[in-house]
């Protein structure tokens, strides 16, 4: 089994920052890529950051500057750096990833997510 765990939400004010992380544990065989996404209260979840195996990256046009996503290939661990937050940004963040496992099994996996909550 393969299991996503991110922390690091909270409440901040607009202009502060905070940095997520999310672990991938189990039977994992190799990560292409992992990403985050955010879902607000009445919207569709959308991509925010990606970084792929070669460690490219891509983000949301809204967040560019803002955040930064990385990568710890070696923890299976995954960041996002994000400053001046706006109130915009508020949302449910949800970690993603893109693996094989030891089974040779290709899937796409999920955690739990977590809440970030900016106030004007």
């Known amino acids: 089994q393969v299991q996503l765990v991110e922390s690091g939400g909270g409440l901040v004010q607009a202009g502060g920052s905070l940095r997520l992380f999310c672990a991938a544990s189990?039977?994992?065989?190799?990560?292409?890529?992992m990403g985050w996404y955010r879902q607000a209260p009445g919207k569709q979840r959308e991509l925010v950051a990606r970084?792929?195996?070669?460690?490219?990256?891509n983000y949301l046009n809204s967040v560019k500057g803002r955040f930064t996503i990385s990568r710890d290939s070696a923890k299976n661990t995954v960041y996002l750096q994000m400053n001046s937050l706006k109130p915009e940004d508020t949302a449910v963040y949800y970690c993603?990833?893109?693996?094989?496992?030891?089974?040779?099994?290709?899937?796409?996996?999920w955690g739990q997510g977590t809440q970030v909550t900016v106030s004007s």
């Open positions: 970084i792929f195996g070669g460690s490219s990256t």
């Open positions: 993603n990833a893109d693996l094989i496992d030891y089974d040779g099994i290709r899937g796409d996996y």
């Open positions: 189990g039977s994992i065989l190799r990560i292409n890529d």
